[in-house]
T-cell receptor
Framework: AQSVTQLGSHVSVSEGALVLLRCNYS??????LFWYVQYPNQGLQLLLK??????LVKGINGFEAEFKKSETSFHLTKPSAHMSDAAEYFC????????????FGTGTRLTIIP | SAVISQKPSRDICQRGTSLTIQCQVD?????MFWYRQQPGQSLTLIAT?????????ESGFVIDKFPISRPNLTFSTLTVSNMSPEDSSIYLC????????????FGPGTRLTVT
C-alpha cells in the first residue's frame, strides 16, 4: 500500500526566505508524485508533478521539487517566499500500474511572515 | 485542463436528511473521483466513478451511505444519505483525463455542515 508522510503540519517562513516543504513516500512500484496547493475556501490546484524523466521538476509560481528515489523523497522548494504563497500544501502519490487513485499526505500549512 | 464546477458550493443540512452534490466538467473525461476532506484534515478518497459501471468504493465507504451516479462522461453526483454531524466536511470531485501519468483536476468543493 502506498503512503505519504509530510513532515511539519505547520511551517512559517519570512517573506523572501527559502520555502522547504518535506514529503516522503512509500510505494512498492515506481510512483507518480504530485504537489497540490489549496488556498482558503478553494479546491486543489496542481503545482507540479513527477512521472518519469528529469528528477528536478519545475512548477507554477516559482516552485520546484526533486524526486530522490534513494531517499524516497519529493520535497517542494521555492527560493523566495511571497505573501501570496500562504496556503495548505498537499503531497500525493499514485503508481503507474493501473492504480489511478491518489494517496494524499496530511498537508502542510505554510505561513508567510511579513 | 478541465474546468470543473460543483453545486451547491455550501449547504447546512439537518441530521437525518440527504444531500446530492453535482459535479460538472466542461469536457469528456474518463475517470471521476469523489473525496472527503474533514475539517483540518487531508483528502480521503470515497469512490471512483466511471461511466457505464458501478462506482468503486474505498474501504470504510458504502454505497448505501454515499450513492454515486455517473450518467455520462461530463457529469456525476454524490449523495450523502441519512446525514449526521460527523458528515460535516468538504466534498470534492476530481477528474482524470486518461489512464497513466495524468494529474487529477479538482473542483472547488462543497462545504457541508450537518446540524
Amino acid at each position: 500500500a502506498q503512503s505519504v508522510t509530510q513532515l511539519g503540519s505547520h511551517v512559517s517562513v519570512s517573506e523572501g526566505a527559502l520555502v522547504l516543504l518535506r514529503c516522503n513516500y512509500s510505494s512498492s512500484v515506481p510512483p507518480y508524485l504530485f504537489w497540490y496547493v489549496q488556498y482558503p475556501n478553494q479546491g486543489l490546484q496542481l503545482l507540479l508533478k513527477y512521472t518519469t524523466g528529469a528528477t528536478l521538476v519545475k512548477g507554477i509560481n516559482g516552485f520546484e521539487a526533486e524526486f530522490k528515489k534513494s531517499e524516497t523523497s519529493f520535497h517542494l522548494t521555492k527560493p523566495s517566499a511571497h505573501m501570496s504563497d500562504a496556503a495548505e500544501y498537499f503531497c500525493a502519490v499514485s503508481d503507474d500500474f493501473g492504480n489511478e487513485k491518489l494517496t494524499f499526505g496530511t498537508g502542510t500549512r505554510l505561513t508567510i511572515i511579513p | 485542463s478541465a474546468v470543473i464546477s460543483q453545486k451547491p458550493s455550501r449547504d447546512i443540512c439537518q441530521r437525518g436528511t440527504s444531500l446530492t452534490i453535482q459535479c460538472q466538467v466542461d469536457s469528456q473525461v474518463t475517470m471521476m473521483f469523489w473525496y472527503r476532506q474533514q475539517p483540518g484534515q487531508s483528502l480521503t478518497l470515497i469512490a471512483t466513478a466511471n461511466q457505464g459501471s458501478e462506482a468503486t468504493y474505498e474501504s470504510g465507504f458504502v454505497i448505501d451511505k454515499f450513492p454515486i451516479s455517473r450518467p455520462n462522461l461530463t457529469f456525476s453526483t454524490l449523495t450523502v444519505s441519512n446525514m449526521s454531524p460527523e458528515d460535516s466536511s468538504i466534498y470534492l470531485c476530481s477528474v482524470k483525463e486518461g489512464t497513466g501519468p495524468y494529474e487529477q483536476y479538482f473542483g472547488p468543493g462543497t462545504r457541508l455542515t450537518v446540524t
